[in-house]
């Protein structure tokens, strides 16, 4: 099997991760569930974990980082406890389904006006368009920090800047650049970073998290077990606790700890430039077959380790059923739930293929896959 589709969930992991999850399975207790030791050994592992993902993402500190299953349950949070009946929300066309479909709630039951700013057919966010929408108001932006689509990077800290000028939060969705791209919170002005821990982290699915500046209060999503307070009629609203109702999954967060030490050990900006490396060797392969076709590049701040194409006019999913089963070669077709960025590429009836790298890709691999294009368009394109 050769794994290029490591934007959806990377498959192979560091084995420090599957040893951490099993040393979980076997000794932890319920974190924060009592002063056991296995419940001790448990509540300590996810403390460190904390205190590696505020170091990872700039945050104030460990206890401004709530964990939860995923970046689409961090986005759900934010946009929740955030956004108030009638308020104003800014996005843009790269936003996942994780942003658009909470946002689009908020819109049919409480009456949010959603603006979205547009992209070119190149990728490009439309800067002066965000300005433009944030001058009539607004309370929050939602950024996708880089389009699940096409790889593209978008320059972070000139939409905080122009966000806070207007009086606007910034939340970012870090779910494709966490681990590959450097992120720093208090640097660049992000008041809200949603990550996922089954992607660039190299940590288990069922784990990711938000991460909160010290000046913005996101009220619990939902009440239950905090372990603490437990005679208080209410949830309790200190952070992380506010967030994190209910048992914690300890054994997911031990593997996501050691995906994030994979992480720090190796360097994000190493990995990052890896990931390109591989990413921008199979486009340079690609660029010049016949009938194949590459979107995106718009992106301001570089791109992370994803291409996006197709071959001729072939249904993307049959280019990606192609590759599986001729080669082995495993990749995401489709609408990849970014709906608007396909309205900007014009590619909502053939959807795309695309191909996403990790640290453990092999050049090798790469080269197949170029191979394996060169073989599809050759019959589909002759």
């Not at 389904?97 to 006006?113: I, Q, Y």
């Not at 913005?216 to 992380?240: I, N, Q, T, W």
């Not at 914690?248 to 990052?272: D, P, S, T, Y």
């Amino acid at each position: 099997m050769i794994y290029l589709d490591n934007a959806a969930t990377t498959a192979h992991k560091p084995p420090e991760v599957v040893a951490a999850v099993v040393r979980a399975l076997e000794r932890f207790g319920g974190v924060g569930r009592g002063a056991h030791a296995a419940s001790l050994d448990a509540g300590l592992t996810v403390f460190r974990a904390r205190e590696a993902l505020a170091h990872l993402v700039g945050a104030p500190g460990p206890a401004r980082v709530a964990f939860c299953m995923n970046a689409t349950e961090a986005l759900n949070i934010a946009i929740a406890g955030l956004v108030r009946p009638g308020d104003r929300v800014i996005t843009t066309a790269a936003s996942h389904n994780s942003v658009l479909r909470p946002l689009n709630r908020k819109a049919d039951e409480e009456d949010c006006e959603v603006a979205v700013v547009p992209h070119d057919a190149c990728g490009a966010l439309d800067y002066a368009a965000l300005e433009r929408e944030l001058a009539q108001g607004a309370r929050l932006v939602v950024l996708a920090h880089a389009s699940n689509l096409t790889g593209d990077v978008y320059d972070v800290a000139r939409v905080a800047r122009c966000a806070h000028e207007y009086g606007a939060l910034l939340l970012v969705d870090a779910a494709q650049t966490a681990g590959c791209v450097p992120i720093d919170m208090h640097r660049d002005g992000m008041d809200l970073v949603a990550f996922t821990g089954h992607k660039g982290l190299y940590g288990p699915q069922g784990t990711g998290g938000l991460a909160v500046a010290e000046h913005v209060e996101v009220p619990p999503f939902k009440e239950g077990g905090s372990g603490v307070h437990s005679y208080d009629r209410r949830h309790p609203l200190r952070m992380p606790e506010s967030l994190e109702a209910g048992t914690l999954n300890a054994h997911g967060i031990a593997g996501l700890a050691a995906g994030v030490a994979f992480v720090q050990e190796c360097g994000v900006e190493a990995i990052g430039a890896r990931v390109r490396m591989l990413a921008e060797r199979f486009e340079c392969g690609i660029r010049n077959i016949s009938g194949v076709r590459i979107y995106g590049g718009g992106g301001d701040a570089g791109r992370c380790g994803i291409v996006a194409f197709n071959v001729g006019d072939e249904d993307s999913a049959a280019v990606a059923d192609a590759l599986n089963e001729g080669w082995g070669i495993c990749v995401r077709a489709g609408a990849h739930c970014a709906p608007l960025m396909h309205q900007a590429l014009g590619t909502c009836n053939q959807g795309a293929v695309r191909v996403s790298t990790s640290y453990f890709t092999t050049e090798d691999e790469v080269d197949t896959a170029v191979g394996a294009v060169a073989d599809i368009a050759a019959e589909v394109c002759s």
